[in-house]
């Protein structure tokens, strides 16, 4: 049995496990980034750094299938992508609130959960590179806090 092979037959027990494939997750993606880009915080930062949205839902699927089913999809590099952006843990608040109304709209309770728990950790280890790029250490349980001036904040 070769290396595709055994992948494979994992990405089907973690489809019958969960109930997730990857039809359920290019909804969510697609149904999430929708409104990602239409937030008054989140949606002017991707909106300035993305410009084919296509192409960017096609990657955010194939990470999605590699994080929930193992599917060796996504070759890339996250962190490397998000350390530049002007963003802090307030950031990665909204992401999250946005990204849970959106799980609970699109999945089953179940796949919603582990959806969760894995953009948890996801957004924790992107907020950490964020703030080792800016130079700082953060403690456990603390979160990153940049200046107003350094991160994106409309006007009030």
């Not at 750094?49 to 590099?77: K, P, Q």
């Not at 109304?101 to 953009?119: G, I, K, S, Y």
Request: hydrophobic share 45%; net charge negative.
């Amino acid at each position: 049995m070769t290396t595709s092979d055994r992948r494979a037959e994992a990405v089907v027990r973690r489809i019958e496990q969960t109930g997730i494939d990857d039809a359920m997750i290019e909804r969510l993606v697609r149904a999430f980034y929708s409104k990602v880009r239409q937030h008054a915080v989140l949606g002017p930062i991707f909106n300035e750094r993305i410009a084919d949205w296509e192409n960017h839902m096609v990657r955010l699927c194939a990470f999605w299938s590699s994080v929930m089913l193992a599917s060796g999809t996504y070759g890339g590099s996250p962190q490397q992508k998000h350390v530049g952006l002007p963003v802090d843990g307030r950031h990665f608040d909204l992401w999250l609130r946005l990204f849970y109304q959106t799980l609970q709209e699109v999945c089953p309770p179940d796949a919603a959960a582990l959806f969760m728990e894995r953009a948890l950790r996801i957004a924790e280890s992107l907020e950490m590179a964020i703030a080792v790029d800016q130079g700082v250490m953060l403690p456990k349980g603390e979160r990153l806090r940049r200046p107003d001036a350094d991160v994106f904040l409309p006007a009030e």
